[in-house]
């Protein structure tokens, strides 16, 4: 059987890492053979591209360079590690994947959804998520999230202004109109435990939906 991909998606600050992790080890609990993995990076080689993605100084990055920069190192990360997993019937957990370009290059930056989209269906091929679950908070508090956080790193995007994030955050439920079927939402504004149990739920069904599949 083959294996089930999930992806968790969101503005800067949503909390997605931290759920990722407590979903993933619930998942083994109960046996599962998971993949807890993130993009860019993942893999060695797009963990290099991250760094020259997010590094603070790169401020003179063109758009386009980003766009597909994020796209090279989604192909690298998909043939090396999600597609064997996916193969060897393995459940997928990834912290960002197509949506984030769609909604950071593709509407915030202004490069067009549909371009963005056509660069990443060539990079991915026919391997989408089977479910998406969107990390719903406002651009105002994931960042003031980020800022209260001494340990998170700070990266490129983070320095973007307020501006940039509302646009990234309307670029989301752009993509989630465009496909609505795929993605679920959940308020990451509720405590962390909450959050926690409304992912375990949606990620429970899914779970149980490609068992009996």
């Known amino acids: 059987m083959a294996g089930l991909f999930i992806s968790f998606e969101g503005p800067e600050g949503a909390g997605k890492t931290t759920v990722l992790q407590e979903i993933t080890d619930r998942l083994r609990a109960q046996g599962q053979d998971v993949v807890m993995t993130r993009e860019p990076g993942g893999i060695p080689i797009a963990e290099k591209i991250r760094e020259v993605i997010l590094d603070s100084n790169h401020d003179a990055m063109d758009s386009k360079t980003e766009a597909l920069l994020y796209a090279a190192a989604r192909r690298q990360h998909l043939v090396e590690k999600i597609i064997p997993a996916l193969e060897q019937g393995k459940i997928v957990l990834c912290d960002r994947f197509i949506d984030s370009s769609l909604a950071y290059q593709g509407f915030a930056r202004e490069l067009g959804i549909e371009n963005v989209l056509a660069i990443n269906l060539f990079a991915i091929e026919q391997y989408m998520p089977?479910?998406?679950?969107?990390?719903?908070?406002?651009?105002?508090?994931?960042?003031?999230?980020?800022?209260?956080?001494?340990?998170?790193?700070?990266?490129?995007?983070?320095?973007?202004?307020?501006?940039?994030?509302?646009?990234?955050?309307?670029?989301?439920?752009?993509?989630?109109?465009?496909?609505?079927?795929?993605?679920?939402?959940?308020?990451?504004?509720?405590?962390?435990?909450?959050?926690?149990?409304?992912?375990?739920?949606?990620?429970s069904s899914e779970v149980n939906i490609h068992k009996d599949s």
């Open 130 to 203: 089977d479910c998406t679950i969107f990390f719903d908070v406002p651009p105002e508090v994931g960042l003031a999230r980020i800022w209260k956080d001494k340990d998170r790193e700070r990266n490129r995007l983070d320095l973007e202004k307020m501006d940039f994030h509302k646009r990234v955050y309307k670029g989301y439920q752009e993509v989630m109109r465009l496909d609505s079927e795929r993605i679920q939402v959940v308020d990451a504004q509720q405590t962390p435990a909450q959050v926690v149990e409304n992912v375990w739920r949606i990620v």
